[in-house]
């Protein structure tokens, strides 16, 4: 793999085009790209430009292939096709990524970016939101984001004090996860000949969990066109058990994710009676916990081997007690779970506390002891703001009078 020097936490230089002059940025950004298109809409763009019908199938796998097997980031380097097709491809299109802002890197590995989209407004800076990877022993997990801000307003969530600026697109998804890759080495030498990809056992990222900034299933579409590009086996190729949604608890929307997007299911959960729940997560005042549960229980392909993830964060005599934890097994009784308990992870003015961790462990042993798995969650990127519930941006909502006014209609 060719791995990138790793920065420190600090303002990194720019790459793959984003150390571009701002005019030439401002022409990538006024052609449209390819990432997150699907071969249909490939091929599409492929005839505007003249490719002829009887070779846009092929010319479609070629492009495939270089985009989400190897992680080109030039037209340049497809060298499948004929310098002809190539300049025309980049007099029309762009293939680049998000801007990176800030990357930082944590003393325990943990890396942490600031992801700038394509702005909606000329002129003006584009929404940012962050992305976190997190290297374990056995596996790279990447932890992407699926909007800019979110309208949950989870009280132990970090992020949840900002508003919604936007969804973000598949593209913008999509182009979180081939950023990454290019930061980490994820992809194979271009000269390989390996146009497959990597093989799992030399992958940086071998997980992909939607658990950064906002709602998954708020961001339907878009969240379920990027599922469906990232586990395509001719591409990325991360299978649908290596993706994990989490939910606050959009309980209309579960069953269609289960059944449209087939990836594993993480919800978000933290309470065990609605009175604190309505406290700590709001959404549960429109679907309290009696409805959440049964969305649960009738998630499509929910077994032992497909278990759903419920995460539970710690806080210091808010829902730590024993009487809690017997509680947290009888709501989650007949379900093949696994439960994530969550160590506090502090951010500025926050209102809560660590639960101690001696009343983690107790707590732990309760639930281990009904038959539930129970890892504790060591805290990950907690000096880079990069842990679990920390994550936020500077990126505010433009009222539709300012957005006009900007545009001058």
């Given amino acids: 793999m060719n791995t990138p020097e790793p920065t420190s936490t600090a303002n990194v230089p720019l790459e793959n085009g984003q150390n571009m002059p701002q005019n030439a940025q401002e022409n990538a950004h006024a052609r449209p790209t390819l990432i997150g298109l699907d071969r ?62 800030t990357e930082q890197r944590s003393n325990d590995g943990t890396r942490k970016w600031l992801l700038r989209f394509k702005s909606d407004i000329p002129g003006k800076p584009g929404p940012e939101a962050e992305m976190v990877y997190i290297p374990e022993e056995t596996r ?15 009280r132990f969530c970090h992020t949840g004090t900002m508003p919604l600026v936007r969804n973000l697109s598949a593209e913008e998804i999509v182009g979180q996860v081939m950023l990454a890759r290019d930061r980490l080495g994820d992809w194979p030498l271009i000269e390989a000949d390996d146009k497959n990809g990597l093989p799992d056992s030399k992958r940086m990222i071998t997980r992909l969990v939607l658990m950064g900034m906002g709602e998954p299933l708020y961001n339907f579409d878009h969240v379920k066109k ?38 594993m299911l993480a ?17 549960n005042r429109k679907y309290p916990l009696k409805q959440l549960m049964q969305a649960c229980r009738d998630y499509p392909g929910l077994s032992n081997a497909r278990r759903i993830t419920f995460e539970y964060v710690m806080l210091d005599g808010i829902n730590d007690s024993l009487e ?25 003015d926050s209102p809560y506390q660590c639960s101690k961790w ?24 907690r000096d880079i703001m990069a842990a679990c519930g920390q994550l936020k941006s500077e990126s505010e909502r433009i009222s539709n009078r300012e957005r006009k006014a900007l545009l001058g209609e």
């Fill in 40 to 101: 249909d809409e490939l091929g599409a763009s492929l005839t505007k430009i003249g490719v002829k019908d009887k070779q846009v199938r092929m010319r479609v796998e070629q492009l495939w292939n270089g985009l989400y097997a190897r992680g080109l980031t030039h037209f340049d380097e497809l060298h499948t096709i004929s310098k002809e097709l190539r300049q025309k491809l980049t007099e029309n299109y762009t293939i680049e990524r998000p801007q990176i802002v």
């Fill in 267 to 283: 919800v978000s959960l933290h309470a065990t009676n609605d009175k604190l729940r309505d406290e700590l997560v709001p959404i």
């Fill in 140 to 154: 790279g997990t990447l932890c992407i984001s699926s909007q800019v801000g979110c309208t949950l307003n989870c």
């Fill in 226 to 263: 990027a599922s469906i590009l990232l586990s395509d086996d001719a591409g990325i190729n991360l299978s649908h058990r290596r993706i994990t949604l989490s939910t606050a608890g959009v309980v209309p929307m579960m069953a269609r994710a289960g059944a449209e997007i087939g990836c």
């Fill in 324 to 348: 809690d934890a017997k509680a947290l097994v009888q709501l989650l009784k007949g379900i093949p779970a696994k439960i994530n308990l969550i160590p506090f992870n502090p951010w500025p």
């Fill in 358 to 381: 001696a009343q983690i462990e107790r707590f732990a042993d309760i639930i281990n002891d009904a038959g539930y798995a129970s890892p504790i969650r060591r805290p990950r990127g």
